[in-house]
């Protein structure tokens, strides 16, 4: 008895050791991936990588790695000299396989997303302008909503009103933009329709510049976004790849 209970406690303990050599292969294993990751992706901050799946060791032995999903920070988005933010950069990589030497990594299905907040969005319009939630019926369709005194937009895009018109730039202007992907990278806004305006000749330089561009900048090159949904906390993007090389 006396010794099955030792052999018990040298189970134990042996397995107490695997575990934590386990888990102290893996933050080494993931600080190298965000090493790798930040200098062969041209990111300006070092991602937090958080490898999945128990256990890890054995995964290395099969050259294969079930889950991997990394947080990006300082991505920005910008157009005409304004920056913004985008928050919650992530990207959740299955299937890696890695060579034996770990100099390489291919993803076989990758999933990148990324949100840009509606206080952000706003910080990106062009001046006067808020951007914000369309309301559901409208967010299915891609929708966001872009509101201001009639006034300060006219006079932020440097619209010039004769003096007999001001007086009727006292309402407040609304429409409904359409926000979709192009290259991956840049987020366009259109408006579908506007407001029938009380100054002739304003409404079509309004819409030049109501209509506006952002691109994000510092994605990685394994992460291209297809994909715009409105939501209540603002637009969220996301896409997908498959075979995705993560050291090239």
Do not use: C, H
């Not at 050791?17 to 991936?33: C, P």
């Not at 840009?116 to 309301?135: F, M, Q």
């Not at 840049?186 to 408006?191: D, E, T």
């Not at 109501?210 to 900048?217: E, G, H, K, R, S």
Request: proline share 4%.
């Amino acid at each position: 008895m006396r010794a099955l209970r030792i052999l018990l406690i040298f189970v134990v303990i042996l397995g107490g050791l695997f575990v934590a050599v386990d888990r102290a292969a893996v933050y080494f294993a993931e600080s190298e991936a965000a090493s790798k990751i930040k200098s062969t992706q041209g990111l300006n901050s070092e991602p937090k990588v958080s490898i999945k799946g128990f256990p890890f060791l054995t995964q290395v032995a099969g050259s294969s790695l079930d889950e991997i999903e990394v947080s990006i920070g300082g991505i920005t988005a910008t157009t005409e000299g304004r920056q913004v933010e985008v928050t919650e950069v992530k990207g959740k990589l299955r299937d890696v396989e890695v060579n034996s030497s770990f100099s390489s990594a291919v993803a076989r299905s990758a999933e990148g997303s990324a949100l840009i907040s509606y206080e952000d969005l706003t910080k990106s319009a062009p001046k006067g302008a808020t951007v914000g939630y369309a309301g559901a019926e409208r967010a299915a369709k891609g929708q966001v909503k872009v509101s201001g005194p009639l006034g300060d937009l006219v006079e932020g895009a440097g619209i010039d009103v004769p003096a007999a018109f001001e007086g009727l730039l006292t309402d407040d202007f609304t429409t409904y933009s359409t926000v979709s992907l192009e290259d991956g990278d840049k987020v366009r806004l259109r408006a579908e329709d506007l407001p029938e305006l009380p100054v002739p000749g304003v409404d079509d330089k309004l819409k030049d510049v109501v209509d506006y561009d952002l691109t994000i900048d510092g994605l990685p090159s394994t992460i291209k976004l297809d994909k715009a949904t409105a939501t209540e906390d603002g637009l969220r993007f996301s896409g997908t790849g498959q075979n995705v090389d993560l050291t090239s």
